[in-house]
């Protein structure tokens, strides 16, 4: 019989509404709940194969043998599929993400729905798409929103049981385009696991959590409604709202670049201008320009032309994991 093996693959997301901060760290139950939309396009394709004959786990990202904090993250993340399977092969794994390297864009989140999906179909394990999406975010929080298609609401929920996503409308339901413009990172920014065990140290976080529910609920129905204004007056503050938290926490977090700012500030004169755009970071300098698609080429063009941006990226709304072989 041949080793069981399996290959997914998975978009990166971009929240909307931030996850930052767990009530959990280990288990990654999030102090709040978030939104986001699959990025089509933006994808990690990982072959995941068990073999007897190995001694450990083996990863490869891009073709190369990753770092060992790496290994170990990925090690210990199959552990709990082995530990659902009840087996106990160690595995190959071959990550390949194919938006460009070093651009900054967060991988964690399509690589950890690729291979929760990878591993458990290779194993043989049955699951929903519930189970998948908490096996997901056990591997890195935002990768549970991965898991299904579109647009995506992770309720944060207070157990491993009722921490998952789901979808909350189709790809198709409106043709939002994510306009990345990618500028020079500076040092190695603090990464996203750190950084949510830092939340709690700011004064602020309280405040954020307190009034989560609201800009959940206000980007929930402006979504459904498909009203742009409203949307994005509650994108830009909860993003903006996160990266407060990430400054004023002990470490301070300063992820944004003197280039990020100049596109925040130059995205809200266009929104004022009739242009209908907003902008959200992450955990780094890139900012994330969120448009109707019927403006995206001249959201885009208008972004490239700006000091520091090498390069613009632009994802519609993605579709759900889904099984390439196995
Ligand atoms: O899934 P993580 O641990 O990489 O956390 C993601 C954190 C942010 O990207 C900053 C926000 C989010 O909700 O995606």
Known sequence: MS???ATAVACANIAFIKYWGNQNDALRIPANSSLSMNLDGLVTRTTVTFRPGLSAD?????GRLAEPPALARVSGFLDLVRALAGVHLFAEVASENNFPTGAGIASSASAFAALALAAARALGL??????LSRLARRG?????????????????????QDSFARSIAPPEHWDLVDCIAVVAAGQKAVGSTEGHALAGTSPLQAA????????????????????????ARVVEQDSTIMHAVMMTSDPPLYYWSP?????????????SQ????????????????????????????RLSAMPGVEQVLQAHP????RLVSG
């Open 318 to 321: 993605g579709g759900p994991a």
């Open 274 to 301: 009739g242009l209908p755009c907003c902008f959200t970071l992450d955990a780094g300098p890139n900012v994330h320009v969120i448009c109707p698609a019927g403006v995206s080429a001249e959201v885009a063009a």
């Open 259 to 271: 280039p990020s700012l100049e596109i925040m500030k130059a995205v809200q004169t266009w929104r």
């Open 208 to 231: 954020r959590l307190a009034d989560a529910p609201r800009r959940l609920e206000a980007a929930h129905r402006a979504l459904l409604e498909r009203d742009f204004p409203s949307l």
């Open 3 to 5: 080793d069981p093996t």
């Open 58 to 62: 083996r990863l490869e990202i891009n």
């Open 140 to 160: 890195s929080g935002s990768a549970c929103r991965s898991i299904p298609a579109g647009f995506v609401e992770w309720n944060a929920g207070s157990t491993d």
């Open 126 to 131: 049955e699951l929903t798409e519930p189970e």
